[in-house]
């Protein structure tokens, strides 16, 4: 068998592209005319063993490349995804937490933590981030002791889209005193408001003013009514939100 048909026969047993295979028959090619030069082409050809046997090593090793390859290649996307975070810690420190640290991943969640921290977990007394736990939070979802402002919003005070705290404000808001679309609490002012004194279109409590008689003067008598201990300065700067009878 010449070299060239027995190149063909072991190429016609290897499942690759043609430009694979336009390699491979180059690098057969020449293995076969090197050896050609002391023994005869025949010679050569023989010792290369049978087509088949041939082509199945070379198929197992052409594929065990292309394995390493997607291997190599998942680990330089990866190492290129941590190359693309940033992080910054100052210098300065408080009981060896960062005065500030910022922690931001592209393609995985970072957490900071510092005095001040931004990341996209962020936790510190001031913390800014997709989830952020701190004293003052804000963020997508965030857990405030002082004020929590963001999408979903837990805190002493509480603004954002769904607002849980002692004062929440926003889409839907639950807390001591509770403002927004549909509020609940035990003073509740909104669109929807169901409290111990109620204030809104759909009112309903025990001390319920709908929207159309809410006034200064009915919106305080019903806070003290239903408090008699409340501070008064504060009775009276709520009401104070409503126009006058």
């Given at each position: ?29 020449t ?10 082409e ?14 199945a ?34 210098r ?21 933590k510092?005095?001040?921290?931004i ?22 979802v ?45 003073i ?39 408090y ?18």
């Open positions: 068998m010449r070299a060239q048909e027995y190149v063909d026969e072991v190429l016609s047993h290897i499942p690759a592209d043609e430009a694979t295979k336009r390699r491979l028959r180059d690098d057969l090619l293995h076969i005319s090197e050896a050609a030069l002391s023994g005869g025949a010679a050569a050809v023989r010792s290369m063993g049978p087509p088949a046997e041939l082509a090593e070379l198929t197992n090793g052409l594929y065990a490349e292309r394995e390493d390859l997607v291997r190599e290649l998942a680990r330089a996307r990866e190492e290129a995804a941590f190359a693309r975070d940033y992080e910054y810690k100052s300065l420190t408080l009981f060896g937490i960062p005065l500030v640290h910022i922690c931001m991943g592209r393609y995985r969640v970072r957490v900071a510092g005095i001040v921290a990341g996209n977990v962020a936790v510190g007394i001031v913390a800014i981030g997709g989830v952020a736990v701190g004293g003052i939070a804000l963020g997508g965030c857990m405030g002791l002082l004020f929590a402002l963001g999408g979903l919003s837990i805190g002493g005070v509480a603004l954002g889209g769904c607002a849980v705290g002692l004062c929440a404000a926003g889409g839907v808001a639950i807390g001591k005193l509770a403002v927004g679309a549909a509020a609940v609490g035990k509740a002012i909104g669109a929807s408001a169901t409290g111990t004194v109620a204030v809104g279109s759909a009112a309903s409590g025990a001390h319920a003013i709908s929207s159309a008689e809410a006034t200064r003067d009915t919106v305080y008598r019903a806070i003290v009514d239903a008699p201990t409340v501070w008064e300065a504060f009775a009276r700067w709520l009401a104070g939100f409503f126009p006058a009878a």
